[in-house]
């Protein structure tokens, strides 16, 4: 009963669904297809770590000896769709069944689905068996609740999963979240920071590396972002020695100092490890053990290990729940009405003075990466304040960021960036003027504008437009109860200072789309 076997390009897992009970008459499909590279224009060190690992993991598979369909871009007979080429495969494999693993995003879904009408055999979706919950697990959870908190869903994780548990099954060290302990500014300067990992994965990575780079500047010759230095593991290998190096060297600060951006620090004391845990090279359930068994050997902080566990079995499992619970109608709503088109310089940082912009949007160009704070309160935050047209900014993140699978990148951009789904993931909107970013970098103090002035010359724009953002969206946010001390100063504002504010955010909106 020779059975096909789907693997995606974010399911390089050897545990994944669809190769359960894996026999050696079964072939599997891989397909290196143009139309995901091009579906957004993908940063090159996202394609290249895509197509590189796929090849490495297919790799390994053949030379286990299984058959593996392998598509490659320059095949000549590449339909470049994954419908096409699960289409050809079963016309020429003739297989008695079909099977998929449950995928990233819901376009890919709803073509597998469509599928599913028009192939002559069977098209079976699995349960994508790699997170620690399932989207019915999370519908189960949500449904006939008022407001949907990440903080209550990570406490059922915790306590289904036994992460930082005491044997009593109570949170280890008496709290959930040790979040007040966390979060400081970072005063050392670069040079304190840890450096980058070493990655050593051998010849063959660098062979492969090397062909796909070739084949990624051929066929997707105009995508922002640059292709060298190429910075990430492309196999398990190199993605356990990131984790290892994260454990080490990161881990103990990365609490600390999760918020905190320094000019010049573009992996600060992060992981780094978000392309490997979606694209499958590493597991949630893995990296949240080593984790706490790091702390349990006395290797890293209780306030950092719980911090870093939440983002991973709480974030992460709860962006994922709720994208499934509120997809296709999620990615249309637009709670701000926001249309303004995105200015020139997300594609290129040297056309703007913010500082804080040019080193967010830097390191994305630079690494396809850049860390939670720049993208939530820097770039997003602008974004919301600027009122950035929803679907460009999800689709800009979308294709940026090695890590970008839409089911995590749409609720954190839509959601908790740009608030357009009016508090589903935030209680109120994360807008902040430059003062919050002055407190948490050091950017501000080599810019040209002024954190702490909203008008005249020199005003940071980030200012002026946190108040003409709560202005402008007064009627949408009067009633938000966390927004009350805020939108007091708004009601109360002399109109001179109001006309100020309103004109000069007017002529900086106007200059970005010259
Ligand atoms: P660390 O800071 O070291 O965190 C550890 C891990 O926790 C990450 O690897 C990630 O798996 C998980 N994590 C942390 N925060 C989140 C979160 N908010 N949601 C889900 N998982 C989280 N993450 C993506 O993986 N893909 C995306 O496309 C993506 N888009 C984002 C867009 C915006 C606007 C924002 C604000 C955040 C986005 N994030 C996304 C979440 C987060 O910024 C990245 O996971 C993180 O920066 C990845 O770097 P790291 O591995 O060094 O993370
Ligand atoms: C992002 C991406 C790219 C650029 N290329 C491929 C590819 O050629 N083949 C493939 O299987 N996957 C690719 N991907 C990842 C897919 O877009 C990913 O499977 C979906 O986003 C998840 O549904
Ligand atoms: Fe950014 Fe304003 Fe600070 Fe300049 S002054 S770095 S624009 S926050």
């Given at each position: 009963m020779p059975t096909l076997r789907l693997i995606l390009g974010?399911?390089?897992?050897?545990?994944l669904a669809s190769l359960?009970?894996?026999?050696?008459n079964d072939t599997i499909l891989m397909m290196e297809v143009k139309a995901e590279g091009t579906y957004v224009p993908h940063h090159p060190q996202k394609i290249i770590l895509i197509l590189s690992a796929m090849r490495q993991f297919a790799a390994s598979l053949s030379a286990q000896g299984y058959n593996i369909r392998y598509i490659r871009?320059?095949?000549?007979?590449?339909?470049?769709t994954f419908a096409g080429e699960i289409t050809r495969a079963v016309q020429e494999i003739s297989p008695t069944r079909v099977l998929a693993t449950f995928p990233g995003e819901h376009r890919v879904l709803e073509s597998l689905q469509s599928l599913q009408s028009t192939l002559p055999v069977p098209l079976e979706i699995l349960e994508d068996?790699?997170?620690?919950?399932t989207p019915q697990e999370f519908a189960e959870w949500a449904t006939g609740r008022k407001q949907l908190r990440m903080e209550y869903f990570y406490r059922e994780q915790r306590r289904k999963t036994?992460?930082?548990?005491?044997?009593?099954?109570?949170p280890e060290g008496g709290e959930w979240n040790y979040d007040a302990d966390n979060r400081e500014p970072y005063k050392e300067?670069?040079?304190?920071l840890p450096p980058y990992p070493t990655i050593t994965e051998g010849a063959d990575t660098t062979r492969v590396v090397a062909e796909v780079k070739a084949l990624v500047a051929t066929h997707f010759?105009?995508?922002?972002?640059?292709?060298?230095?190429?910075?990430?593991?492309?196999?398990r290998t190199g993605a356990l020695q990131v984790l290892e190096h994260f454990i080490t060297h990161r881990l103990p600060n990365f609490g600390r100092y999760q918020d905190a951006m320094v000019t010049?620090?573009?992996?600060?004391?992060?992981?780094?490890i978000s392309p490997y845990l979606n694209i499958g090279l590493l597991t949630a359930q893995e990296v949240c053990t080593v984790a706490e068994t790091a702390y349990r050997a006395g290797r890293a902080p209780l306030a950092a290990t719980e911090g870093f566990i939440r983002q991973i079995l709480g974030w992460r499992e709860y962006v994922r729940g709720l994208y499934w619970y509120k997809m296709p109608a999620y990615a249309t709503l637009n709670y701000f009405n926001a249309t303004r088109p995105l200015p020139a310089f997300f594609w290129?940082?040297?056309?703007?003075?913010m500082h804080c912009m040019k080193e967010a949007i830097g390191t994305t160009r630079r690494n396809a990466y850049a860390h939670h704070i720049q993208r939530l309160m820097v770039i997003g935050n602008f974004a919301l304040l600027a009122g950035l047209s929803v679907k460009e900014v999800t689709d800009w993140y979308l294709s940026v960021?090695?890590?970008?699978?839409e089911w995590v990148e749409l609720p954190n951009t839509?959601?908790?960036?740009?608030f357009a789904d009016g508090g589903?993931?935030?209680?109120?909107?994360?807008a902040a003027g430059g003062r919050y970013i002055h407190k948490m970098s050091d950017?501000?103090?080599?810019?040209?504008?002024?954190?702490?002035?909203?008008?005249?010359?020199?005003?940071?724009p980030f200012s002026t437009l946190y108040w003409d953002f709560m202005l402008r969206n007064y009627e949408q946010l009067k009633t938000n109860p966390r927004l009350g001390p805020i939108l007091a100063q708004v009601r109360t504002m002399p109109e001179k200072r109001r006309i100020e504010i309103q004109t000069q955010s007017e002529s900086f909106l106007t200059s970005l789309n010259p």
């Amino acid at each position: 009963m020779p059975t096909l076997r789907l693997i995606l390009g974010d399911q390089l897992t050897p545990t994944l669904a669809s190769l359960n009970g894996l026999t050696k008459n079964d072939t599997i499909l891989m397909m290196e297809v143009k139309a995901e590279g091009t579906y957004v224009p993908h940063h090159p060190q996202k394609i290249i770590l895509i197509l590189s690992a796929m090849r490495q993991f297919a790799a390994s598979l053949s030379a286990q000896g299984y058959n593996i369909r392998y598509i490659r871009l320059d095949d000549p007979a590449n339909t470049h769709t994954f419908a096409g080429e699960i289409t050809r495969a079963v016309q020429e494999i003739s297989p008695t069944r079909v099977l998929a693993t449950f995928p990233g995003e819901h376009r890919v879904l709803e073509s597998l689905q469509s599928l599913q009408s028009t192939l002559p055999v069977p098209l079976e979706i699995l349960e994508d068996t790699r997170f620690l919950s399932t989207p019915q697990e999370f519908a189960e959870w949500a449904t006939g609740r008022k407001q949907l908190r990440m903080e209550y869903f990570y406490r059922e994780q915790r306590r289904k999963t036994g992460f930082l548990l005491t044997a009593a099954g109570e949170p280890e060290g008496g709290e959930w979240n040790y979040d007040a302990d966390n979060r400081e500014p970072y005063k050392e300067g670069p040079l304190g920071l840890p450096p980058y990992p070493t990655i050593t994965e051998g010849a063959d990575t660098t062979r492969v590396v090397a062909e796909v780079k070739a084949l990624v500047a051929t066929h997707f010759p105009a995508h922002f972002g640059a292709a060298e230095p190429f910075l990430w593991a492309t196999t398990r290998t190199g993605a356990l020695q990131v984790l290892e190096h994260f454990i080490t060297h990161r881990l103990p600060n990365f609490g600390r100092y999760q918020d905190a951006m320094v000019t010049g620090g573009d992996f600060m004391f992060h992981s780094l490890i978000s392309p490997y845990l979606n694209i499958g090279l590493l597991t949630a359930q893995e990296v949240c053990t080593v984790a706490e068994t790091a702390y349990r050997a006395g290797r890293a902080p209780l306030a950092a290990t719980e911090g870093f566990i939440r983002q991973i079995l709480g974030w992460r499992e709860y962006v994922r729940g709720l994208y499934w619970y509120k997809m296709p109608a999620y990615a249309t709503l637009n709670y701000f009405n926001a249309t303004r088109p995105l200015p020139a310089f997300f594609w290129d940082e040297s056309k703007t003075d913010m500082h804080c912009m040019k080193e967010a949007i830097g390191t994305t160009r630079r690494n396809a990466y850049a860390h939670h704070i720049q993208r939530l309160m820097v770039i997003g935050n602008f974004a919301l304040l600027a009122g950035l047209s929803v679907k460009e900014v999800t689709d800009w993140y979308l294709s940026v960021y090695a890590d970008a699978f839409e089911w995590v990148e749409l609720p954190n951009t839509l959601g908790m960036a740009l608030f357009a789904d009016g508090g589903i993931i935030a209680s109120k909107p994360y807008a902040a003027g430059g003062r919050y970013i002055h407190k948490m970098s050091d950017y501000c103090t080599t810019c040209r504008y002024n954190p702490t002035e909203s008008t005249g010359p020199t005003a940071c724009p980030f200012s002026t437009l946190y108040w003409d953002f709560m202005l402008r969206n007064y009627e949408q946010l009067k009633t938000n109860p966390r927004l009350g001390p805020i939108l007091a100063q708004v009601r109360t504002m002399p109109e001179k200072r109001r006309i100020e504010i309103q004109t000069q955010s007017e002529s900086f909106l106007t200059s970005l789309n010259p």
